[in-house]
């Protein structure tokens, strides 16, 4: 008898995009599916699966790991896919009578198309299918002119700024990761007004195929059912899907660095102030990490992409924690002594 294959939903998106915030959302809203998780860091802190174990994923009950989410730190899973991805996939298919669903959430930093084509291998196609690529996409910073090809939709200001070059890799990436898209979720749309929401529209419909279906979100907030089931099979097309990097033998991302700063923080606000002003002193694409208050009970978290930042608690602080505030700073040309000290200056100054 044909067993069933695992479904497999792989969620991109560029930085900040809020992949984790759909999923969180995704995964409170199970109705009893069960769904195994992928989590792909870039760098060393595992912040978002953190997050995701803050609202109960990952655990039973009893607070027990229930082995349903997997954390893959070291590198980018498109480029550590038999290193790393592979031996997790096996993994999970020794349980396949155990799992309904497998969700993916890649780093950033990752091109879709190379690890869809990984379930082209013998071993995964048997067990898996990739029943869609869902890509996230930040719909404020599209309006704001970011990575995006459109010049109409680009100011002369956005044009001649050298760190948002459009033939930059970052650009590309974006590109790759609409390219390979089954359905694009244009996040955080609250924020914008009918017009500037059809002109992201058209921006990102420009680099989709045709018939590319589009869901309009905030907070992560999307029915289950629009995201899971579509059955797309996209091992089977994705090699016709054309995008930056088919014609590179391999890949690298030695244009990011993802470093790791230590601080010592007392005020949640000038943080933030601080962190804004090194964003634009140096070539840095997000800031995420977690942060101990004096006297706060709580764990703040702080996420940063470009000059938007955004902070708030999300649990108690544990007993076996170590209260201290850490954030992975990924970019650039990066010095982590520099960027730390620089930073912890500018704390010390706020507060003499």
Not at 8 to 27: N, P, Q
Not at 47 to 53: A, F
Request: proline share 3%.
């Amino acid at each position: 008898m044909q067993v069933n294959k695992i479904p497999a939903t792989i969620v991109t998106g560029f930085l900040g995009s809020g992949k984790t915030t759909l999923l969180r959302h995704l995964l409170s809203n199970a109705q009893g599916k069960r769904i195994a998780v992928i989590v792909n860091e870039f760098g060393e802190l595992g912040i978002d699966g953190e997050l995701l174990r803050s609202c109960g994923i990952g655990c039973d009950e009893n607070g027990e790991e229930n082995g349903q989410l997997f954390e893959l730190a070291n590198g980018c899973l498109c480029c550590t896919v038999q290193e790393e991805f592979a031996p997790v996939m096996e993994q999970l298919a020794a349980r396949r009578d155990q799992i309904d669903h497998l969700v993916i959430e890649t780093s950033g930093l990752a091109l879709p198309k190379p690890l869809v084509q990984a379930f082209q291998w013998p071993a995964l196609r048997n067990v898996f299918t990739v029943d869609s690529v869902i890509t996230v996409v930040d719909a404020p910073a599209v309006a704001a002119g970011q990575f995006a090809d459109d010049p109409v939709a680009v100011d002369a200001q956005r044009r001649a700024d050298e760190n948002l070059d459009h033939e930059s890799p970052l650009h590309e990436l974006f590109e790759d990761q609409l390219a390979t898209a089954d359905l694009v979720v244009l996040h955080k749309t609250d924020g914008l007004d009918a017009e500037a929401l059809a002109q992201v529209e058209a921006i990102v419909r420009g680099e989709t195929l045709p018939g590319v279906k589009f869901v309009h979100a905030q907070h992560g907030r999307i029915d289950p059912g629009v995201l899971l089931g579509l059955g797309h099979a996209v091992e089977d097309v994705i090699d016709a899907r054309k995008t930056h990097h088919d014609e590179e033998e391999d890949h690298d991302h030695d244009e990011f660095e993802s470093v790791q700063i230590t601080l010592d923080v007392a005020d949640r606000q000038r943080l933030v102030d601080a962190l804004i002003a090194l964003v634009q002193r140096h070539e840095i694409y997000r800031i995420k990490g977690f942060v101990a208050l004096p006297g706060a009970a709580m764990r703040l978290v702080v996420q940063g992409v470009g000059q938007r930042f955004d902070s708030h608690f999300d649990r108690a602080w544990r007993a076996g924690d170590t209260r201290t505030t850490r954030l992975v700073v990924i970019g650039d040309h990066l010095d982590a002594a520099a960027l730390q000290a620089e930073v912890q200056s500018a704390l010390s100054a706020a507060t003499a």
